[in-house]
């Protein structure tokens, strides 16, 4: 059974950091694509990074390049997501993602919300 566990959210003042975790089990982690999405009130899902398996590619959404970092811990089975200099835009729930060309999992998500 696949389970992604994200943890790290929470309550942030703007301009302030926080690191998002999510660790996998049940699947054979350096075989899988990690990728973050967010989800805001109202909004759809987007897209936010991602690290590739295959060659160590990350990619940024434009709305977050240069403030937030994605990076991989295969001897952990977790991923994470760095933010810093948050902006009360980024205030949504963040999805972990484990996706391969057979396969496509999400966890349950954790909150970030950023005040003022």
């Known amino acids: 059974q696949v389970q992604l566990v994200e943890s790290g959210g929470g309550l942030v003042q703007a301009g302030g950091s926080l690191r998002l975790s999510c660790t996998a089990s049940?699947?054979?982690?350096?075989?899988?694509?990690m990728a973050w999405f967010r989800q805001a009130p109202g909004k759809e899902r987007e897209f936010v990074a991602s690290?590739?398996?295959?060659?160590?590619?990350?990619y940024y959404a434009d709305s977050v390049k240069g403030r937030f970092t994605i990076s991989r811990d295969i001897a952990k089975n977790t991923v994470y997501l760095q933010m810093n200099n948050l902006k009360l835009e980024d205030a949504a729930v963040y999805y972990c993602?484990?996706?391969?060309?057979?396969?496509?999992?999400w966890g349950q998500g954790t909150q970030v919300t950023v005040s003022s």
């Open positions: 690290h590739v398996h295959k060659d160590g590619n990350t």
């Open positions: 049940g699947l054979t982690f350096n075989q899988y694509t």
């Open positions: 993602n484990a996706i391969s060309t057979s396969d496509d999992y």
